[in-house]
């Protein structure tokens, strides 16, 4: 399984897209879910490291591990960090409830995009032994099969028809968007690998 | 940062995204629209040619500046959009909402025959977010 190991806070976002331009040439993985895939992965990654730069507490050095293999019919992507972690789920609920302010900001909507664009979401809280861990498949996309609605219809359509607007989470309608949004396995205990 | 600003005219700018329009510099970038939409630009032409990442938060101060010129009759279009752009706005369907041209000059040539936000009334200010 190829894989990256970083140390050091600093490096995490352009060491793993680096990682992920050497892998964007490997000709298996191309194969595996094409080029837009290998960007929907990517940016799931990005996501993610992008919340552990911002909001996670590291005690030691901030390390991250990186690693990527072929599955059925995609490629699964696998991060483990030396964070003190998170509570995923709550985070995650957070940025649903962004959809309820009157003017919500730009930014807290990385959860969504990674959760709305991947599937087999696992996640997996740091314990006395484990590192934190998250891993998700991206498999390749079909036409309009992917969907992150990131936004309020009213935020940004403010004189559209509203068949033009996008929909929030949880409210998409019968065009196979809702299939994109997959269950959070949350894993207490360490994943079996 | 690695975005870059023209002024074309006095309403209209091209912004230069460069390498990443992400969490690490979305506020500058937000910052410096909306210096220029105080010195009077309504017209942006995001130029994402060479660019590999546009994230969440990247995207949320494009949507930023798009609420908030919309009101004064102002527009954000996209222009030379690279692959990993192109697949953050079909994933986020973001397409049903920014025009895209093919090229720069496209773009302003589009805002130079008519659809001027000059012309809609672009003496307004710039309103606080969510103050449409």
Request: charged letters at 20%; glycine letters at 8%.
């Amino acid at each position: 399984m190829p894989s990256l190991h970083v140390r050091g806070l600093d490096r995490f976002v352009d060491d793993v897209h680096a990682q992920f331009d050497a892998w964007a040439a490997v000709d298996t993985f191309r194969t595996a879910i094409g080029d837009d895939g290998l960007a929907v992965l990517r940016l799931a990654a990005h996501e993610w490291v992008a919340n552990l730069v911002q909001h996670a507490e590291f005690c030691g050095p901030a390390e991250l591990a990186l690693s990527l293999e072929i599955v059925d019919d995609g490629l699964r992507c696998q991060i483990e960090d030396s964070s003190r972690g998170f509570d995923f789920v709550r985070q995650l609920d957070a940025q649903r409830s962004i959809f309820e302010t009157p003017a919500p900001s730009e930014r807290g909507r990385g959860l969504l995009m990674l959760v709305s664009c991947t599937e087999d979401l696992a996640f997996r809280e740091v314990s006395e032994t484990d590192p934190q861990q998250i891993a998700f498949t991206v498999r390749a996309p079909e036409d309009d099969n992917l969907f992150a609605s990131l936004f309020r219809p009213e935020d940004i359509m403010l004189d559209a028809a509203p068949e033009d607007l996008p929909l929030p989470v949880g409210e998409e309608q019968g065009d196979g968007a809702s299939d994109a949004v997959a269950p959070i396995e949350v894993r207490p205990d360490p994943l079996s690998s | 940062m690695s975005f870059s600003f023209q002024k074309v005219s006095s309403t209209a700018a091209v912004v230069r995204v460069g390498k990443a329009l992400d969490f690490r510099n979305a506020a500058e970038f937000k910052a410096a629209c909306q210096d220029h939409a105080r010195q009077g630009v309504r017209y942006y032409v995001l130029d994402f040619s060479g660019t590999g990442i546009l994230d969440s938060t990247g995207l949320g101060v494009i949507f930023s500046l798009y609420r908030q010129l919309t009101p004064a009759g102002g527009q954000v279009v996209f222009a030379s959009v690279s692959r990993p752009v192109q697949v953050v706005v079909q994933l986020t369907r973001t397409y049903k909402v920014f025009r895209q041209f093919p090229t720069v000059e496209a773009a302003l040539e589009a805002h130079q025959g008519g659809t001027s936000p000059q012309a809609q009334g672009g003496s307004s200010q710039i309103g606080a977010p969510g103050a449409a």
